[in-house]
């Protein structure tokens, strides 16, 4: 009687979702480096976001919130959340300041 063993294949998705968690995972051993590059990429853009509320007076809410959302996931990094916390965290405040200054930059034209 032979024994026979059912490989079970994993699902692969296209989810945008999967895809960072699966980045995530394979940069683990890089848990000092990779949230410098975001802090790094998230303060410029929201530097950015700041400079141009500021410069057109656009509204001190958009200043607000950039400042927020940068200021916090340093706090992210600085307190050492967990390495796929930190990732997601930066990643959403690096969306939002980048929404921000393309709303800003409609608006300025």
């Not at 995972?25 to 990779?34: F, L, S």
């Not at 853009?45 to 400079?51: D, E, K, N, P, V």
């Amino acid at each position: 009687m032979e024994i026979k063993t059912l490989k079970i294949k994993h699902k692969t998705s296209f989810h945008l979702v999967d895809f960072i968690n699966r980045k995530i995972e394979a940069d683990k051993h890089n848990e000092i480096g990779v949230p410098i590059l975001l802090i790094m990429y998230n303060t410029g853009i929201a530097s950015l976001t700041a400079g141009l509320s500021l410069y057109i007076n656009i509204s001190y809410i958009i200043l607000a919130i950039s400042i927020i959302t940068a200021m916090s996931a340093l706090v992210a990094v600085l307190n050492l959340m967990k390495f796929k916390f930190i990732v997601w965290f930066c990643l959403i405040s690096i969306s939002i300041n980048i929404i921000l200054l393309i709303y800003q930059i409609i608006i300025l034209q």
